[in-house]
């Protein structure tokens, strides 16, 4: 969600249609409020609302995790995960609404391991969409950007889970701070362990990275879903 020059909220929902097999979270809708009513009447399972983008084609593909920003201008730059033909984990994907009407949704990055993005705009109004990928016990922290002029994906640190066989899927929240340098906060959690490890990730020069973990894990109480 996020808030118009007016106030009012401008809200990315995805949904599932109860007649598709398997059910899936396949459709995604624009819900906000212009100061009188809303778009939406919530009566049919929000479909009344724009359709953004639909996942369709063999009834495998779906759509998660939306993140939306409103930019200088008034307009609405939103990222999200939608899977491909292949099913697997998907892709990046990203939409813009430029006034009152919405582009064609693009595949950023073609990354077949992207579970959920987050989205902001530095001073110049380029795409900064931070996200994170799993490899046995190591999570890998990654910017895709426009700031080139192309759509660009760069890995930009690690951290690793000692013992983990496998690691769990969060959330990454990022950020840009007054001096233009991107900030991101994720919790890791491995499957040998019920803590999470509550990882900073951030530049200290432009693209110059490092991170940490500013909550000691005690290695006894689980913590999750940061928001910043």
């Not at 809303?38 to 995790?65: L, M, R, Y």
Request: charge should be negative; charged fraction near 15%.
């Amino acid at each position: 969600m996020t808030l118009d020059a007016s106030g009012n909220p401008h809200i990315l929902i995805v949904w599932s249609d109860a007649h598709d097999d398997p059910i899936r979270e396949n459709r995604m809708i624009h819900a906000f409020f212009n100061g009188s009513v809303w778009n939406v009447t919530g009566a049919t399972n929000a479909k009344d609302g724009f359709q953004v983008d639909i996942a369709s084609g063999n009834n495998q593909e779906e759509i998660k995790a939306p993140d939306v920003v409103l930019d200088s201008a008034g307009d609405l730059h939103c990222c999200y995960h939608k899977e491909d033909l292949d099913s697997l984990s998907g892709d990046c994907w990203y939409v813009k609404r430029t006034g009152t009407t919405w582009g064609t949704p693009a595949e950023v990055a073609d990354l077949n391991n992207f579970v959920q993005g987050s989205i902001a705009l530095d001073s110049s109004g380029k795409v900064m969409i931070g996200s994170r990928f799993n490899t046995t016990n190591t999570a890998t922290y990654r910017v895709t950007s426009n700031a080139s002029g192309s759509w660009v994906t760069t890995n930009v640190s690690t951290f690793t889970v000692p013992g983990a066989a496998t690691l769990n899927v969060n959330d990454v929240i990022l950020g840009i701070n007054s001096a233009g340098l991107r900030v991101m906060v994720n919790t890791v959690k491995g499957n040998n362990s019920i803590s999470n490890h509550l990882r900073v990730i951030y530049e200290t020069s432009p693209d110059t990275w490092t991170q940490e973990q500013p909550i000691t894990d005690a290695g006894t109480l689980p913590y999750n879903f940061p928001s910043m």
